[in-house]
């Protein structure tokens, strides 16, 4: 160990002629440790050296970080010739007490704000139940008045479908802008695509009701 102690201080001092005593005391604690561990591996039951291993770690690394604070690029240099790795410690940022103040108080309202979104949340579920129960109810009566008055149940489905469209854009609340400007052309657009989409649920209705027909009538005719 004294030799490699003397190769490795003589390699320092060729390098860093100027080197401070901190950066081989680093070293021979280096030395010291790798053989400890050495040790170790072969008498595991030694509880002297495995204190005394934990102990020259921790100085290690109390020296590495004031030569780390002190001189960054001999820190660097004497990690690289002693191969070993360094792990800075975690030091949480320091917090003013307004800036504590005013965390806690965000959190409060995000809290706060959260909960009122839970209860809306929760509300909203429940009335969307009782809609689709509702819903349910009312499509089972229309269904039987279609069956009673003997109505064309496409025609109404799309004129169902129509007025939800129609409900739909006056929610969006489309004003008609003054004629000869851009809005004005975008709507005369979205009128038009309006107008093909109205034209072909229209047709799609009357597909429908051709269909129907057709399978109808062939079910009567295999009746007869």
């Known amino acids: 160990m004294a030799h490699a102690m003397w190769k490795l201080r003589q390699r320092i001092m060729e390098v860093c002629p100027y080197s401070d005593e901190r950066e081989l005391t680093i070293a021979r604690m280096t030395l010291q440790i790798r053989n400890l561990k050495e040790h170790r591996v072969n008498t595991p039951t030694d509880i002297k050296a495995r204190i005394i291993l934990n102990d020259l770690i921790n100085k290690r690394k109390k020296k590495l970080k004031h030569l780390r604070k002190r001189d960054y690029e001999s820190f660097l240099w004497l990690l690289r010739t002693l191969q070993i790795k360094y792990t800075p ?17 965000q959190e409060e309202a995000e809290a706060k704000i959260q909960e009122k979104f839970n209860e809306i949340e929760i509300r909203m579920m429940e009335e969307k139940e009782a809609l689709e129960e509702e819903k349910k109810i009312l499509w089972q009566q229309i269904e039987q008045d279609i069956e009673k008055y003997r109505l064309d149940k496409d025609l109404i489905e799309y004129k169902v479908e129509k007025a939800r469209r129609d409900n739909v854009e006056e929610r969006k609340g489309y004003v008609v802008p003054p004629p000869n400007t851009y809005q004005y052309i975008r709507y005369l657009r979205r009128m038009s695509s309006r107008e093909r989409t109205d034209k072909y649920l229209y047709n799609v209705m009357l597909a429908k009701k051709r269909n129907r027909q057709v399978a109808e009538g062939t079910k009567d005719g295999a009746s007869n």
């Open 89 to 105: 410690a975690f030091t949480p940022p320091k917090e003013s007490r307004r800036a504590k103040m005013r965390r806690l108080v």
